[in-house]
Nanobody, 121 residues
Framework: QVQLVESGGGLVQAGGSLRLSCAAS????????MGWYRQAPGKQRELVAT???????NYADFVKGRFTISTDHAKKTVYLQMNSLKPEDTAVYYC???????????????WGQGTQVTVSS
């Protein structure tokens, strides 16, 4: 069983910065992807950024050049550095883990409880 705990959300003015953290507890399988998703009121949950066990990264187009995902494997922690924040970035941000022991296995997915990010105009 894996538990994901997010932190770092809050209120910031447009143009400001925040850094989100996601700390995982439990055993993470060798093949894994961790990342961040967000959901604004009335909208579907959408991918923000992901990072794999090999440190390959993937970003949504709307955050490229502004957000950076990184990880500390020893600490089992993933970070999302958010710069040049816009009011449109306002959402609940969720940490996500998808992992499996082999490429033939079905992945197991975990979600954190979410952290609120509010960007004022």
């Amino acid at each position: 069983q894996v538990q994901l705990v997010e932190s770092g959300g809050g209120l910031v003015q447009a143009g400001g910065s925040l850094r989100l953290s996601c700390a995982a507890s439990g055993t993470i399988f060798r093949l894994n992807v961790m990342g961040w998703y967000r959901q604004a009121p009335g909208k579907q949950r959408e991918l923000v950024a992901t990072i794999s066990n090999g440190d390959s990264t993937n970003y949504a187009d709307f955050v490229k050049g502004r957000f950076t995902i990184s990880t500390d494997h020893a600490k089992k922690t993933v970070y999302l550095q958010m710069n040049s924040l816009k009011p449109e970035d306002t959402a609940v941000y969720y940490c996500n883990l998808s992992h499996r022991t082999t490429i033939w296995s079905n992945p197991v997915v975990y979600w954190g409880q979410g952290t609120q990010v509010t960007v004022s105009s």
